[in-house]
């Protein structure tokens, strides 16, 4: 790399370094030849090396263990000439982990450029992501366990009592598959004389069944038992010498290492209990997952208590059934919360209105079909494909994105689409397209509408046959994507006025998801609010403990013209400016006074595009450019404004 372009590379890969400086995720910057041009703090945690120990060696020089994860990702990013995003991986062997749970790492590779479009090196972003993995089981897990306990207690809804008793074997069978216990016995306090029975077990191949009776054998236990005490063992070898007749009855009992005993209670009174036991493993009772096995007690004990008076059958009846629609909430609050942190985590809100396209999200994500995403500029369009995308069987690759607004009439087919060497000048390589990248993944098409005609038959065959041709080839190639498109325009208007193909129309709007603008989730200004405050407070090393009521109910009562991106503009700019703990997020600046004062729609729209003009500085294309708060295409604001006669008034130092 010659030292004109090192120079710029450097100095930038530093100021995005100092930048991330303490960020929480590792950022790495390579040249071509990936060496290291720039770390931050937390990647050289990651490679247990200084900072400085970085700059100027290859990638492997440095880490042998991280190198053999990144090396590849970055090589092939830089060789292929596309970013990789959202790739995660297993690394515990890699990097030379001892824990007991495995590392996993979620890893961006970026590709830098100059503005010329020459390629100068790499961007990695490495986020360790094992803590939210092992959340994430745990409570798949608990999902589990949850549906499990849902379906065993349905079992028992309308048995008719000479059936309760085979219901409950049937039970105990399960309750050792599902939670790989060796036995599951229940015992109870005879009504006649008191005495405490064995009366339903299911053990597995080889274990002993326990004695009728056992009262004898374990005194300790037995008076436990009957003060309906809950007690568990994980190791019966350190039972204490009290329990001595105890651990010889487990040891004769073919070698009991752990057990636990739940009292069955019925109407306040202790009527027997349910015992586990495990002879192969030494079991752990964590008190979350003995809360659930009580559960069980409450199940099997209802339909005893069934069995025990027929007086009493419509009572258990009842009391079952409603346990049942208890464990079915759960189940499905479980659920509805798993999905909620997986795959909305980018998502913030409670309002109905969220809620209602969240749950459109959810009932789509498991298909192949089409969606339409529509929505104001700045709602989260974006966001709510890759929700789409994480739920989908297309999640382990990444999802590929093309605004088709970003790029010029002539640029967009190739980048869709592809090239071959030599398709036009300029093409001296061949090059794959968006559709070519996306195979076996999803593709998201920001702004469809403003797809040009020439490409909406091109893209129509692509939904239709699953195949198109590269730019200057003939020859047909076969693709797997699944198309999420997204709009703020008036599609089906569009169609009426001959701008958008009406068959692509009605291959785009299979499925189509509303995102509503911020005006309309109020309630949920403060949780987004919070949120963006806690992301620039990690970035920027500011700790904000109170936002002022006053304040937040005027944010809530603001109408947001530019939706969430508008608001998070705001916060960034308030995060910026604070040097306190309690922070004051300014309203963005009120259209001029006179707009409430004009006398006609022309003098009223002149008046909203001045103030959008002013407001942005009189530019009007690109991101929070007028023409994208306005909703308007910059060659139509610029129509407008030639007509109604908007012009930049000269400054005094422009005036002679």
């Known amino acids: 790399m010659n030292s004109r372009k090192q120079a710029p590379f450097s100095a930038f890969s530093h100021k995005l370094t100092q930048l991330f400086l303490d960020a929480p995720f590792g950022l790495s910057i390579f040249d071509l030849n990936l060496r290291y041009v720039h770390v931050n703090g937390r990647m050289a945690a ?41 790739m995660e991986f297993e690394v515990s062997e890699a990097i030379g982990s001892t824990a007991s749970e495995p590392v996993y790492w979620r890893i961006g590779c970026y590709l830098l450029k100059t503005e010329e479009g020459v390629l100068l090196g790499a961007g990695v972003i490495v986020r360790d992501i094992t803590e939210q993995r092992v959340k994430d089981a745990a409570q798949e897990e608990r999902l589990k366990f949850e549906s499990f306990l849902s379906e065993l207690s349905a079992a028992f809804i309308n048995v008719p009592v000479s059936e309760v008793d085979q219901k409950i074997e049937q039970g105990l069978q399960k309750v050792v598959a599902f939670l790989a216990f060796d036995r599951c016995s229940i015992w109870q306090f005879l009504p006649e004389n008191g005495k405490l029975c064995l009366t339903h077990s299911f053990s597995l191949s080889g274990i002993e069944q326990p004695p009728l009776t056992v009262e004898a054998a374990v005194p300790v236990w037995t008076d436990m038992w009957r003060r309906g005490e809950m007690f568990s063992v994980s190791d019966v070898d350190e039972l204490p010498d009290s329990q001595w007749r105890e651990k010889k009855y487990c040891r004769e009992m073919g070698g009991i290492k752990s057990f636990l005993f739940i009292p069955l209670s019925v109407g306040g009174a202790v009527v027997g209990l349910v015992s586990f036991a495990s002879y192969r493993v030494k079991r752990t009772w964590p008190d979350p997952f003995v809360k659930r096995l009580r559960i069980l007690g409450d199940v099997f004990g209802n339909a005893l208590e069934r069995k025990r008076s027929d007086q009493k059958i419509q009572k258990a009846l009842a009391e079952i059934e409603e346990l049942t629609q208890r464990l079915e909430a759960e189940n499905h609050y479980l659920r509805d919360q798993i999905k909620i942190e997986q795959i909305h985590e980018e998502i913030v809100g409670q309002s109905d209105a969220i809620r209602r396209a969240l749950l459109q999200v959810e009932q789509v994500a498991g298909t192949d079909s089409t969606v339409l995403i529509l929505g104001e500029t700045g709602t989260g369009k974006e966001l709510i494909a890759r929700a789409i995308h994480r739920l989908s069987g297309r999640k382990n690759n990444a999802m590929i994105k093309l605004n088709c607004a970003a790029l010029p009439p002539t640029l967009i087919e190739a980048e869709l689409f592809g090239r071959e060497k030599g398709a036009y000048t300029g093409a001296s390589t061949a090059q794959i397209g968006r559709f070519e990248a996306a195979d076996g993944s999803t593709i998201f098409l920001d702004e469809i509408g403003e797809l040009p005609p020439e490409l909406q038959a091109k893209l129509l065959r692509v939904l239709q046959d699953g195949q198109f041709e590269r730019l200057g080839s003939s020859t047909p190639v076969k693709v797997d994507v699944r198309v999420i498109a997204a709009t ?73 013209p530019g939706n969430i991106r508008e608001l998070r503009n705001v916060v960034e700019r308030a995060m910026i400016l604070n040097l306190d703990s309690i922070l004051v997020v300014d309203l963005p600046d009120k259209p001029a006074a006179g707009i409430a004062q004009v006398s006609s729609l022309e003098e009223m729209e002149r008046a909203h595009i001045l103030a959008a003009m002013e407001r942005t500085g009189w530019r009007v294309r690109g991101k929070n450019g007028a023409a994208e708060i306005l909703g308007l295409k910059p060659t139509t604001l610029e129509s407008k404004m030639k007509k109604l006669g908007v012009r930049r008034k000269p400054l005094s130092s422009e005036m002679s």
Do not use: C
């Not at 400085?52 to 000439?81: D, F, Q, Y």
């Not at 920027?540 to 002022?548: A, H, L, M, S, V």
């Open 488 to 560: 703020n325009r008036d599609l089906a208007k569009a169609v009426r006025e001959g701008r958008f193909r009406e068959d692509l129309y009605y291959r785009l709007n299979v499925f189509p998801i509303s995102v509503p603008p911020l005006r309309e989730r109020p309630d949920d200004i403060p949780l987004l609010v919070w949120a963006m405050v806690k992301e620039f407070g990690k970035i920027f090393g500011k700790t904000i403990e109170r936002i002022p009521r006053k304040n937040m109910d005027a944010l809530m009562g603001y109408r947001w």
């Open 46 to 86: 990651i490679n247990g090396q200084p900072i400085e120990e970085h700059l100027g060696k290859g990638i492997e020089e440095v880490n042998t263990g991280v190198a053999s994860v990144l090396a590849p990702i970055v090589r092939h990013a830089l060789e292929e000439g596309t970013a990789l995003v959202d």
